[in-house]
């Protein structure tokens, strides 16, 4: 069975660090581009940051820039997503998705796999 599978969301103060983990089962994460993705209640599904396959290269939303950092551990079969700075308006589920294609990186349609979301809170 095909799937990628996060953790690492919690609760933390405003300004603080948290670090989210994705890791693939079934696939091999160097061999898709990588994407994390966010979605508040009653707001729609929001890319985040995303890393190209093999190559690395990164895209990071304007609203991320700066806090975010997104890795991959080739040996681990897993995508980090840093973020630090954190902010009340980032609380959000979190999700990770794996496609084949980099053309339309940021829309959720480029993507063939998805886990299934871990709650990121920040309070003030």
């Known amino acids: 069975q095909v799937q990628v599978v996060e953790s690492g969301g919690g609760l933390v103060q405003a300004g603080g660090s948290l670090r989210l983990s994705c890791t693939g089962s079934?696939?091999?994460?160097?061999?898709?581009?990588m994407g994390w993705f966010r979605q508040a209640p009653g707001k729609e599904r929001e890319g985040v940051s995303f890393?190209?396959?093999?190559?690395?290269?990164?895209y990071y939303s304007d609203s991320v820039k700066g806090r975010f950092t997104i890795s991959r551990d080739s040996a681990k079969n897993t995508v980090y997503l840093q973020m630090n700075s954190l902010k009340p308006e980032d609380t959000a589920m979190y999700y990770c998705?794996?496609?084949?294609?980099?053309?339309?990186?940021?829309?959720?349609?480029?993507?063939?796999?998805w886990g299934q979301g871990t709650q990121v809170t920040v309070s003030s």
């Open positions: 079934g696939l091999t994460v160097d061999d898709y581009a």
């Open positions: 890393i190209k396959w093999r190559g690395g290269s990164t």
């Open positions: 998705a794996a496609g084949a294609a980099w053309s339309r990186v940021c829309s959720p349609s480029n993507y063939n796999y």
